[in-house]
Protein backbone atom coordinates (compact mmCIF):
# COMPACT_ATOMS: atom_id res chain seq x y z
CA UNK A 1 0.00 0.00 0.00
CA UNK A 2 0.71 4.05 -0.33
CA UNK A 3 0.55 6.14 2.00
CA UNK A 4 -0.08 9.86 0.03
CA UNK A 5 0.25 13.37 1.64
CA UNK A 6 -0.81 16.31 0.02
CA UNK A 7 0.88 19.88 0.70
CA UNK A 8 1.29 23.64 -0.74
CA UNK A 9 -2.58 24.77 -1.24
CA UNK A 10 -3.37 28.06 0.21
CA UNK A 11 -5.06 31.54 -0.81
CA UNK A 12 -4.09 33.11 -4.09
CA UNK A 13 -5.08 36.28 -6.46
CA UNK A 14 -6.78 35.19 -9.64
CA UNK A 15 -3.21 35.20 -12.05
CA UNK A 16 -1.28 33.95 -9.52
CA UNK A 17 0.52 30.86 -9.16
CA UNK A 18 0.85 28.21 -6.75
CA UNK A 19 2.13 24.61 -6.97
CA UNK A 20 1.44 21.06 -5.13
CA UNK A 21 3.04 18.43 -3.86
CA UNK A 22 2.35 15.15 -3.19
CA UNK A 23 4.64 12.82 -0.85
CA UNK A 24 4.52 9.39 -1.48
CA UNK A 25 6.10 6.45 1.48
CA UNK A 26 5.08 3.19 2.26
CA UNK A 27 5.49 1.01 -1.78
CA UNK A 28 6.99 1.10 -4.49
CA UNK A 29 6.29 4.42 -5.73
CA UNK A 30 7.54 4.01 -9.88
CA UNK A 31 4.92 0.93 -10.26
CA UNK A 32 1.99 3.83 -9.31
CA UNK A 33 -0.18 6.20 -11.82
CA UNK A 34 -0.90 8.76 -10.58
CA UNK A 35 -3.50 11.89 -10.80
CA UNK A 36 -4.83 15.43 -9.08
CA UNK A 37 -8.39 15.81 -8.79
CA UNK A 38 -10.50 18.16 -7.47
CA UNK A 39 -13.98 18.88 -5.81
CA UNK A 40 -15.64 22.16 -5.05
CA UNK A 41 -17.90 22.53 -2.57
CA UNK A 42 -21.18 20.83 -3.32
CA UNK A 43 -19.65 19.15 -6.32
CA UNK A 44 -17.75 15.44 -7.47
CA UNK A 45 -14.59 14.91 -7.26
CA UNK A 46 -13.35 15.17 -10.78
CA UNK A 47 -10.03 14.91 -12.28
CA UNK A 48 -7.57 17.30 -12.99
CA UNK A 49 -4.13 15.74 -14.19
CA UNK A 50 -2.67 11.68 -14.68
CA UNK A 51 0.70 11.22 -15.52
CA UNK A 52 1.41 7.45 -16.28
CA UNK A 53 4.71 5.39 -14.93
CA UNK A 54 6.45 6.19 -18.16
CA UNK A 55 5.07 9.76 -17.45
CA UNK A 56 2.57 10.41 -20.08
CA UNK A 57 0.67 13.17 -19.12
CA UNK A 58 -3.27 14.19 -19.70
CA UNK A 59 -4.98 16.79 -18.51
CA UNK A 60 -8.89 17.92 -17.97
CA UNK A 61 -9.69 20.47 -20.83
CA UNK A 62 -10.78 23.09 -17.88
CA UNK A 63 -6.82 23.32 -16.82
CA UNK A 64 -4.92 22.48 -20.39
CA UNK A 65 -1.96 25.13 -21.15
CA UNK A 66 -2.24 26.68 -17.58
CA UNK A 67 -1.46 23.19 -15.12
CA UNK A 68 1.10 20.80 -15.27
CA UNK A 69 1.60 17.69 -13.66
CA UNK A 70 5.18 16.26 -13.08
CA UNK A 71 6.35 12.99 -10.89
CA UNK A 72 10.15 12.54 -9.28
CA UNK A 73 10.35 8.95 -8.82
CA UNK A 74 13.60 9.54 -6.76
CA UNK A 75 12.01 11.65 -4.39
CA UNK A 76 8.70 9.51 -4.51
CA UNK A 77 6.58 12.72 -5.40
CA UNK A 78 4.40 14.09 -7.82
CA UNK A 79 3.83 17.63 -7.93
CA UNK A 80 1.10 20.19 -9.39
CA UNK A 81 1.93 23.58 -10.99
CA UNK A 82 -0.79 25.43 -11.51
CA UNK A 83 -0.17 28.81 -13.45
CA UNK A 84 -2.67 31.26 -14.67
CA UNK A 85 -5.10 30.86 -11.93
CA UNK A 86 -9.40 31.49 -11.86
CA UNK A 87 -11.80 31.49 -9.07
CA UNK A 88 -13.00 28.11 -10.51
CA UNK A 89 -10.24 26.57 -9.87
CA UNK A 90 -11.27 26.75 -5.79
CA UNK A 91 -11.54 23.38 -4.46
CA UNK A 92 -9.73 20.87 -2.37
CA UNK A 93 -7.23 19.06 -4.34
CA UNK A 94 -6.43 15.69 -4.05
CA UNK A 95 -3.37 13.54 -4.69
CA UNK A 96 -4.71 10.04 -5.90
CA UNK A 97 -2.35 6.80 -6.76
CA UNK A 98 -3.35 3.60 -8.74
CA UNK A 99 -1.92 0.55 -8.69
CA UNK A 100 -2.78 -1.94 -11.54
CA UNK A 101 0.10 -4.45 -11.55
CA UNK A 102 -0.70 -8.13 -10.93
CA UNK A 103 -3.89 -7.22 -10.00
CA UNK A 104 -7.63 -8.69 -11.36
CA UNK A 105 -8.51 -4.49 -11.07
CA UNK A 106 -7.20 -0.99 -10.43
CA UNK A 107 -6.38 -0.35 -6.77
CA UNK A 108 -6.70 3.46 -6.23
CA UNK A 109 -5.23 5.26 -2.85
CA UNK A 110 -6.08 9.03 -2.18
CA UNK A 111 -4.57 11.83 -0.07
CA UNK A 112 -6.31 13.61 2.62
CA UNK A 113 -6.16 16.76 0.81
CA UNK A 114 -5.61 20.43 0.37
CA UNK A 115 -7.33 23.54 0.01
CA UNK A 116 -6.94 25.92 -3.03
CA UNK A 117 -8.87 29.37 -2.91
CA UNK A 118 -8.79 31.78 -5.60
CA UNK A 119 -9.99 35.12 -4.90
CA UNK A 120 -9.06 38.76 -4.62
Known amino acids: QVQLVESGGGLVQPGGSLRLSCAAS????????MAWYRQAPGQQRDLVATITTDGSTNYADSVKGRFTISRDNAKRTVTLQMNSLKPEDTAVYYC??????????????WGQGTQVTVSS
Open 96 to 109: NARWSVRTPRDYDY
Open 26 to 33: GSIFSLYA
